[in-house]
């Protein structure tokens, strides 16, 4: 008798096949979910320490600063004159860029701010008396839900994570 050669998979070891390319990309999807969320954090919690941070130093250095906003970041800067220029050669006080796929909504007074508009850039004034702008920042990726940064006239700030909603400061 003539031994048949067969070539080809059985059809169990194609399902094994599909079921294991489904787990690996079900678990790279929810690992990618993850590292998004996180970035977003970690995002938020640097804009609203570094908030803090530059009223601290406002105060302990006795100048006035201010923070500029875009929708694609963000930097510090200093009056100098009848200017404001660019705090240089500051590592912590550097320009920043959000992440490309970060968005970005700015009240300043309980107004909406644009960023299209070019003359009034969005600032967020820090005063060496402790004193800021009155503002609220959203900062969210496309799918998820908002961390808010707000901050009032008297240099409180706070954090709120996706789903807190809190209007009132703690002293």
């Known amino acids: 008798m003539k031994t048949k050669n067969h070539r080809g998979f059985t059809l169990i070891e194609l399902i094994t096949v599909v079921f294991v390319i489904g787990v690996i990309l079900t678990f790279a999807s929810i690992s990618v979910g ?12 640097r804009l609203h320490y570094l908030i803090r941070l530059a009223s601290e130093e406002s105060v302990l250095r006795a100048t006035s600063l201010a923070m500029e906003f875009s929708k694609h970041g963000y930097q510090f800067v200093q009056f100098a004159g009848d200017q404001f220029v660019p705090l240089e050669g500051d590592k912590i006080f550097r ?18 701010v644009s960023f299209e508009d070019q003359e009034r850039v969005p600032r967020i004034y820090i005063l060496s008396s402790g004193e800021m702008t009155d503002f609220k920042i959203s900062l969210r990726l496309e ?3 908002a961390y808010i940064i707000t901050g009032n006239v008297i240099g409180q700030t706070k954090l709120l994570a996706p789903g807190a909603q809190s209007d009132e400061f703690g002293v």
């Not at 993850?34 to 919690?45: G, I, N, R």
């Open 34 to 45: 993850q590292h998004s969320d996180q970035t977003l954090e970690e995002e938020a919690k």
């Open 95 to 112: 320009k920043r860029e959000f992440p490309g796929d970060m968005e970005i909504q700015m009240e300043l007074f309980g107004q909406a």
């Open 143 to 145: 799918d998820s839900q």
